[in-house]
């Protein structure tokens, strides 16, 4: 998990500012609805459940909602009813003897049940505490119309009166949540999916795109709201099998392209308010992205001017990447540019990393293809020594799995991305994953769908279609079980309580690398 927290204070930044322009002219107008609270809601526990918590609708009804007033330690929960990602606003006033005293009010903005019961003052973790989605406010004069200026990722909102007076309490009225995104539903192409769960899979996976499709493709709108590129990546293939937003991508990529290191490396994420800004973070294999994602982008749109725009930036990237493999086509990772791979430590990801190199290389190549780019034959061979040790090394034919060099570990990871990267043929492809089923599932140690997603991709790319929808139903599916509106940051079937900061309360339940099945279903199954 740390390797998403580095400080880097001696870099020195190349802003190519005409690509940054193009990056602005396709800044989307963010498309608003009006959400009104679908129910009142009582939270109670139950262990089936996100953390051991659900609502239920309370016998209050919402249309009620002026004439349950709140004096001290009283507190009520609107349910918008799903998930949003937006601005919040309600109208408060006085009911009884005259206002003698101010109006303490905290309001708690929640993704998921759990977060209205966890205490703020309990979290300890290593991440920001000024992430929760909490407010505390003072009104002095009643009544009033309380517009609340940040903006909230939630379904969820408590309104807890701390303290009135003895002489009077709080009215609410009028609740209304503008929610925000670039997209709508309305312009999405519904597929027919004959499997319901499938089906509940996809629609889930699609909200969670579309409350993530923000001025860029942010990561979670809950938590860091900025664009990290691995869950870029994986947003433009959901989006171009959905949505098919392309002024959105072609934003997030010029960005990306327009701020690099003076030596060619590619930030793992860039920040956009209050100006273009990249982060001091590089993650190896996210580097080695951008040249995937261009060519993603490429082979869907056929944009030549994109792709000439582009591919300097990408080239430049994969030349530093090649700086780590030495004269024996074996990568080698450094501490100061981790590969990421999952937020798990628990494995060794250096042949993973090699396999993330060369799959990245084989995309980059038919770029390089065409531009016509004289050294291409160069970077042809370099990716042949690179498979070549890959095959003679880390391939264990005896137990048909590839292993770490001098250790010989093995793990999933290794596996997963060694299949996508096509190193070996089509029938030892499916003789790998089906050896990792037998001796490696159920999965456990992995706490990402960002992982599962290419565990799954693994699957269909071997072959074995039956497995990949299974273990989307698993996974994917057990967060539904579990009451999910959208899809997690983090979730482990095997410890169902697990987040990766010790609390519900930071953790994000609507995360841009979790709404890949949308695309897996439509590249794979739908046709």
């Known amino acids: 998990m740390t390797f998403t927290f580095q400080i880097n204070n001696d870099v020195v930044w190349n802003h190519d500012e005409k690509l940054l322009a193009k990056a602005e002219r396709n800044t989307p107008k963010l498309i608003q609805t009006t959400i009104q609270p679908a129910a009142i809601a009582e939270i109670i526990a139950d262990e089936k459940s996100v953390n051991g918590f659900k609502s239920v609708v309370s016998e209050k009804n919402i249309a009620q909602l002026p004439d349950y007033t709140l004096g001290r330690d009283e507190k009520i929960v609107l349910d918008l009813g799903d998930h949003y990602v937006g601005k919040f606003t309600i109208d408060i006033d006085s009911v009884g003897s005259p206002m003698d005293a101010p109006l303490y009010l905290r309001l708690k903005f929640a993704e998921v049940p759990a977060e209205i019961v966890a205490e703020a003052t309990d979290y300890d973790g290593w991440l920001s505490r000024s992430w929760i989605q909490e407010e505390f406010v003072h009104l002095d004069v009643l009544p009033t119309t309380l517009e609340m200026p940040r903006r909230y990722s939630?379904?969820?909102?408590?309104?807890s009166v701390i303290d009135t007076s003895p002489k009077w309490k709080a009215s609410f009225s009028n609740p209304i949540f503008m929610a925000e995104s670039s997209v709508s539903m309305e312009q999405l192409p519904k597929p027919v999916i004959e499997d319901k769960e499938l089906e509940a899979i996809y629609t889930i996976s699609v909200k969670t795109l579309q409350d993530c499709m923000q001025t860029v493709f942010e990561d979670g709108p809950k938590r860091d709201r900025r664009l990290w590129i691995g869950d870029l990546r994986l947003q433009a293939l959901a989006n171009y099998a959905t949505f098919d937003d392309l002024a959105l991508t072609k934003r997030c990529m010029y960005l990306f392209g327009g701020m690099t290191t003076e030596e060619g490396k590619i930030p793992a994420n860039v920040f956009t308010e209050p100006n273009l800004t990249p982060d001091d973070t590089f993650l190896f294999d996210y580097s080695l992205f951008f040249a995937t994602i261009l060519f993603?982008?490429?082979q869907h749109t056929q944009d030549e001017i994109v792709l000439q725009d582009l591919y300097p930036a990408a080239k430049k990237g994969m030349d530093l990447a090649l700086q780590q493999v030495d004269e024996a086509g074996r990568l080698v990772l450094t501490e100061d540019w981790p590969v990421f791979i999952d937020w798990s430590n628990d494995f060794d990801k250096a042949t993973a990393g090699q396999a993330v190199i060369i799959y990245a290389m084989k995309r980059f190549i038919q770029l390089a293809e065409k531009m016509?780019?004289?050294?291409?034959k160069h970077y042809q061979a370099l990716c042949q020594q690179l498979e070549e040790f890959a095959r003679t090394t880390l391939y264990?034919?005896?137990?048909?799995?590839?292993?770490i060099e001098g250790s010989g570990e093995v793990n999933v990871a290794s596996q997963v991305w060694m299949v996508l990267a096509e190193v070996m043929d089509a029938k030892t492809n499916h003789e790998i994953m089906e050896t990792t089923i037998k001796e490696q599932f159920p999965i456990t140690g992995f706490g990402t769908p960002y992982m599962y997603h290419h565990v799954v991709e693994a699957l269909f790319v071997a072959g074995l279609p039956e497995a990949a929808v299974q273990l989307m139903?698993?996974?994917?599916?057990?967060?539904?079980?579990?009451g999910a509106d959208t899809f997690w940051e983090a979730f482990k079937p095997e410890d169902l309580d697990f987040s990766p900061y010790g609390s519900p309360i930071i953790s994000?339940?609507?995360?841009?690398?979790?709404?890949?099945p949308a695309y897996l279903i439509k590249k794979y199954l739908a046709g």
């Open 473 to 482: 139903k698993d996974y994917w599916g057990k967060m539904i079980s579990m």
């Open 154 to 159: 939630c379904r969820y909102i408590e309104l």
């Open 508 to 516: 994000s339940y609507c995360h841009a690398w979790s709404c890949t």
């Open 296 to 298: 993603d982008y490429v």
């Open 396 to 403: 264990d034919a005896e137990k048909k799995q590839f292993v």
């Open 372 to 376: 016509q780019d004289p050294q291409v």
